[in-house]
DNA sequence: CTGGGGAAGGGGCCC
DNA sequence: GGGGCCCCTTCCCCA
């Protein structure tokens, strides 16, 4: 899915330093959509007019503040959003002259930064082409700018729980970033701002911010779009929901305790692996394989992992109240899912992957809505409900003979799409992994993990309307669809396999490189096609009226098109073919024995060395 | 306009 | 015959 583009603001004419743009609105969430990628949306003029900012159809500051983007770096900022008071009203100060046609860009001041607990320094490291990154050091995404960074880690790190380890240096403990800030001189009140993105909003309870005071005081006046919510997310609760979440960035303590040491390479491996012996990976597997004999078996046995939390309660995997996990594999509350492979996150559930997708979602779903699209005879008997909270722990249905989980997600690209690529196929623990296995693990176990607190952030509205694409065998619907259904957005195919290189996009696994230029594939098809551009001069197609020589036919076609519009090209040249056959031949050779070869293969051959 | 990658569908081969 | 896989092709998106 594209991201929607969004207005932003620019200046109208120049405006001078140190004058000061707001209050802002609503729920200050400034950076939480803010992303490596800067869209071209529309542009809003402001200007000032009698000492006031307008924009160009004349509408006062609150009506466009908030579209005003967040700064990827300091370089753009030119705003710094202040605020008298801890926890007062928030305006945008501006830092420097912004010139006429200038973009307005804002960040949080020091200040400000500290009371919403975002980190105020991130410290680069390189890519391997010498230009700067920023790595969460919680996930390991990698991201172009520290900003980036800073707001993956407040507002959507799944293994964060939003704090705020950004650099190296931080990451190590060189400073006193393992302390929340939020912790110590501003006291944590209950109007503290984070932990929005972790909290899910019924419809009640948007009435209830619906008539908050801020919106009855006018300040809210026109109902949050797309393009305010950037800045301005009203869409979810504040300190009136006195929630689960609440507390988090005050009690770091207890979430230190639950054993996570950000910048410890070892800290993110081995909360799912170190913890566990290769035999007790794959006891647990046999377990789960074991559980597959009966589906009411495996969903009969699917608990909460935090026994300390009642089930009514439904808490979130992310509360800091449990801090005891008795998994071993878990990330701070994630449970990992013990080994399975690519495309079997259906056939070998484990109960705690049920429990991990953070049940609390589901109690704020109308239970009718799951009874409706997924009757109680498709949960194999209903065992797959917790009965204290009358809540299905997750839609079940088993078609044919497979366990179909029909995800009530949005599709994962909605929220990743903005993000660079992390090194999938690099090893994250220093040296490659022993046995590619373990490494596909912690990638598929990473990914799930961060898409179970993405996927949180998604709306009610959004998952039923997601979940009414989802092919079902409902009688009504005609015929049943029949193939493999991805777990992750709901997509059906035909062939497993085709599903296998698919969940690749999901996971993020890409085990294919290629050996010229070691850029990593989860397709083997890409990879092929990647590996003719390694092949100079020796491509298949050539304009036979200017002769330039292009890769792809799409690409002849284009240029053929466009560079000599009235001609065609000819269906067939033979010498053409021959060509291309002998590239094609090249190319197989060549990505059997030199090119291209998997994770396996690199490492049977580094085993070979070794011996 | 062009180059490149991501994703997916379908044909075909091998076991 | 079915499963797994490779490969080609196409479409789409993006820089």
Redesign the pocket.
């Known amino acids: 899915m ?2 929607t583009r969004t207005p932003s603001v620019f200046a109208d004419c120049s405006i001078p330093a140190g004058l000061r743009i707001g209050p802002v609105p609503g729920i200050f969430k400034l950076g939480k959509y803010v992303s490596d ?1 800067k869209d071209a949306g529309v542009k809003k003029m402001i200007r000032l007019v009698r000492g006031e900012f307008v924009d160009e159809s004349g509408s006062a500051v609150h009506e466009w503040i908030g579209l005003i983007r967040a700064a990827r770096n300091s370089q753009e900022q030119n705003l710094e959003a202040v605020s008298d008071l801890p926890g007062g009203q928030i305006f945008y100060r501006v830092l420097r002259e912004i010139q006429a046609g200038e973009e307005l860009s804002v960040w949080y001041s020091s200040a400000l930064a500290q009371w919403f607990d975002i980190s105020t320094t991130a410290t680069p490291t390189h890519d391997e082409k010498g230009e700067e990154r920023y790595i969460c050091w919680y996930c390991w995404r990698i991201f172009k700018y520290p900003n980036t960074l800073k707001a993956h880690v407040h507002f959507h790190c799944a293994l964060s729980n939003g704090k705020s380890f950004l650099s190296n240096e931080q990451a190590r403990g060189t400073d006193n970033f393992s302390r929340s800030p939020k912790s110590g001189d501003i006291p944590n009140t209950s109007s503290s701002p984070r932990n929005g993105h972790n909290t899910l909003l019924s419809d009640s309870a948007k009435r209830t911010v619906s008539t908050s005071p801020a919106t009855k005081a006018g300040l809210l006046k026109k109902t949050s779009s797309e393009e305010q919510d950037r800045a301005l997310d009203m869409s979810v609760t504040s300190g009136r929901n006195p929630g689960h979440i609440m507390g988090l960035g005050g009690t770091p303590s207890v979430i230190n305790s639950m054993g996570f040491h950000p910048g410890v390479r070892s800290a993110f491996k081995p909360m799912g692996l170190s913890k566990i012996s290769p035999a007790e990976v794959t006891r647990v597997e046999s377990n789960a394989k074991s559980n597959s004999i009966g589906f009411s078996k495996l969903l009969g046995s699917i608990k909460s992992p935090l026994p300390n939390v009642h089930p009514s309660k439904c808490a979130h995997p992310m509360d800091t109240t449990p801090p005891v996990i008795p998994c071993a594999n878990t990330i701070r509350g994630f449970p990992l899912l013990p080994h399975f492979e690519e495309t079997s996150a259906f056939k070998h559930v484990d109960s705690r992957m049920h429990s991990a997708l953070s049940p609390s979602r589901y109690s704020q779903i109308p239970s009718a809505f799951h009874f409706e699209r997924f009757p109680l005879s498709q949960f194999d008997g209903g065992k797959s409900y917790n009965g204290d909270c009358n809540i299905p722990l997750m839609p079940f249905t088993v078609y044919n003979g497979e366990l179909l989980y029909s995800s009530p997600y949005y599709p994962l ?1 909605f929220h990743f ?1 903005n993000l660079l ?1 992390y090194p999938d196929t690099v090893s994250y623990f220093g040296a490659p992994a022993l046995n590619p296995d373990l490494n596909s693990i912690t990638n598929i176990d990473r990914e799930i993990a961060m898409h179970t607190q993405q996927l949180s952030d998604i709306s009610v509205e959004k998952n039923r309307s997601r979940l009414e694409s989802i092919p079902t065998s409902n009688p009504n619907s005609g015929k049943p669809k029949k193939g493999h259904l991805c777990l992750y957005c709901g ?1 059906l ?6 599903l ?3 969940m ?2 999901h996971t993020g696994y890409k085990p294919l490189k290629c050996k010229v230029c070691f ?1 990593p ?6 990879l ?3 590996i003719r ?1 390694h092949a100079e001069g020796n491509t298949p197609y050539r304009c036979e009226f200017c002769g ?1 020589v ?6 002849l076609e ?2 053929v098109k ?2 000599h519009p009235g001609q065609s090209i000819k269906k067939t040249d033979d010498k053409m073919e021959d060509i291309f056959e002998d590239a ?1 031949q090249k ?2 050779n060549d ?2 024995v030199d090119v291209c070869f998997t994770d396996d293969q690199s490492d049977q051959e580094s085993s070979k060395n070794n011996d």
């Open positions: 594209q991201a990628r690209k799409g690529k997509k195919y035909s062939r497993k396999y085709g296998k290189i698919h690749r996009t850029r594939f989860g397709d083997p098809s890409n092929n096609k990647h551009l330039k292009l890769v792809r036919r799409r690409d284009r240029h466009s560079r094609e190319s197989d990505s059997d």
